[in-house]
Nanobody
Framework: QVQLVESGGASVQAGGSLRLSCAVF????????MAWFRQAPGKEREGVAV???????SYASSVKGRFTAPQNNAKTTLYLDMNSLKPEDTALYYC????????????????WGQGTQVTVSS
């Protein structure tokens, strides 16, 4: 069974950078895509980045140009590199994986990590 574990969340000053990691445990050869979602208090969960198995990456407009989501070659770790952080980036960040769908809808994703908190102060 696939298990995802996020780490790297922290409190950081606006304008700073942070790297989140998502460790992938178990066989993932059927995984079609992985993604990062985030959820702030009182707001709906929103997609941040979607990474297809062919390496294609797409990003939400709110983070485009500031965030990237590379994988290591073995695809055992998915990262979220966050730069020029803003207070509105404050949220609980989740790693997710799917074997079909791969849209921006959270319901497409079968596997989820427990979340890691990112807090950006002004």
């Amino acid at each position: 069974q696939v298990q995802l574990v996020e780490s790297g969340g922290a409190s950081v000053q606006a304008g700073g950078s942070l790297r989140l990691s998502c460790a992938v445990f178990g066989y993932s050869y059927t995984t079609l895509c992985m993604a990062w979602f985030r959820q702030a208090p009182g707001k709906e969960r929103e997609g941040v980045a979607v990474v297809l198995s062919d390496g294609n990456q797409s990003y939400a407009s709110s983070v485009k140009g500031r965030f990237t989501a590379p994988q290591n070659n073995a695809k055992t770790t998915l990262y979220l590199d966050m730069n020029s952080l803003k207070p509105e980036d404050t949220a609980l960040y989740y790693c997710a994986a799917a074997d079909w769908g791969c849209s921006w809808q959270s319901s497409d994703y079968r596997y989820w990590g427990q979340g890691t908190q990112v807090t950006v102060s002004s």
